[in-house]
DNA sequence: ATGATACTGTACGGTACAGTATCATATTTA
DNA sequence: TAAATATGATACTGTACCGTACAGTATCAT
């Protein structure tokens, strides 16, 4: 019963202890965007990583504390880079461009692709986990574009009715209705689809937002 | 070994017998849809259901044979409504509209929320399953979509560079950032909300296209 | 060195569940 | 009515797997 912090905050612990948390969160990781929550069994997770169950329940508790653990981990990671820089002197149609080509590379990302899977999997026997999910997520990256446009429309360069609709509507389209064939059949863009789903977006929303054209 | 029919192609069958059948489906719908393929025992499907398992093994296969029986009933069900009414007098913008509201009423509608999840839980072990939900969701009100919009074209009523980007990113726009929220978490949206997404994202497409103002 | 703590390897209890087998009963067909 | 077939109720088989117990070993602090 030594530690039970099926989250990412580490009490005191020996470096080599670390180390193999973290293997066993990267071992995990992988088992589980591969073949699910259900499909994995901590046999098998144990025999590929090395270490014992026992050591397994030490650190995570139990089998959703570790899912719990890969979860955070991945998320935080992945979204990470998602941001606008404030002090950026590029036009307003190349910070919009560069954001919307981040954001898309990003939702198409095959590890957020299968992340989603497995997190709306459990969605039903655990919404805590998806609420989170989701606030890293999809919530952040509207927050981010939000912020961003209020901006723009404060310094006069935009000009929107709805701000809530207008963010929410343009990462919709960013990611297009092909991302359902992505997120069900792992059916991706290649880099030159990414530029044109990213200006045609681009392109339409400041056809109906910008102030002089 | 009478019938292994696990879609939807009937042999020869009694009356009683295809009553029986679609009561097994009724209720493997229902407890699918709640609680997931895998929480779902087939033990307590009888229970719930009356009959033997014996039974629903001759008509289904195996569970899979079930849940595939089960989403194919309820996909074709449910995007069954979805066309344009083709000798429809009423304007552009009208037909637009019509159109947004039932498709954004639809991918919010709880059974197919609940649906995409059980398929997408899925995707990885059956991808056929997949690519059938695929076809006949998002592909083909992509279809739906594109036909209209270049109909309107030839009629000069619309101007479009990428007619398929515009559609894939109009369809995207409709449901919106925050239909994650409702993949993952259910969060609907009411009928006033409905109606303003649908009119925002179509007034945008009109300012966009549209030929003469 | 010595005691305390963390870890390994293995085995096992308990359980859940898909799929099959059995036998009795009902319903159709000839 | 008799044979053939479909169905019901239930028990059973095999298996997979979570979580725990335990005895022995390695690693740390002092």
Not at 9 to 24: A, G, N, T, V, W
Not at 176 to 204: S, T
């Amino acid at each position: 019963m030594s530690q039970k912090n099926s989250t990412n905050e580490y009490p005191i612990m020996r470096p080599s202890s670390l180390k193999k948390r973290q293997r066993y969160l990267a071992v995990a990781t992988e088992l589980f965007l591969e073949q699910g929550y259900e499909g994995t069994g901590l046999d098998q997770l144990i025999k590929r990583c090395g270490g014992s169950k026992l050591t397994l329940y030490s650190y995570f508790g139990d089998k959703k504390g570790l899912l719990k653990a890969v979860v955070i981990e991945l998320t935080e990671q992945l979204w990470e880079g998602l941001r606008f820089d404030v002090a950026d002197e590029k036009s307003l149609n190349d910070q919009l461009m560069s954001f919307a080509c981040r954001y898309i590379e990003l939702v198409y990302t095959p590890d957020l692709l299968k992340l989603s899977r497995l997190v709306m999997a459990q969605a039903q026997t655990d919404p805590d986990l998806a609420n989170f999910f989701l606030e890293r997520g999809a919530c952040h990256s509207q927050d981010v574009l939000q912020t961003f446009l209020d901006e723009q429309s404060r310094l006069g360069r935009l000009k929107i009715d709805h701000a809530f609709l207008a963010c929410d509507q343009l990462l919709g389209a960013l990611k297009g209705n092909r991302y359902l064939e992505a997120l069900f059949a792992d059916r991706l863009l290649n880099e030159q689809e990414i530029q044109d789903y990213a200006e045609h977006a681009v392109n339409a929303f400041l056809r109906s937002y910008q102030c002089q054209g």
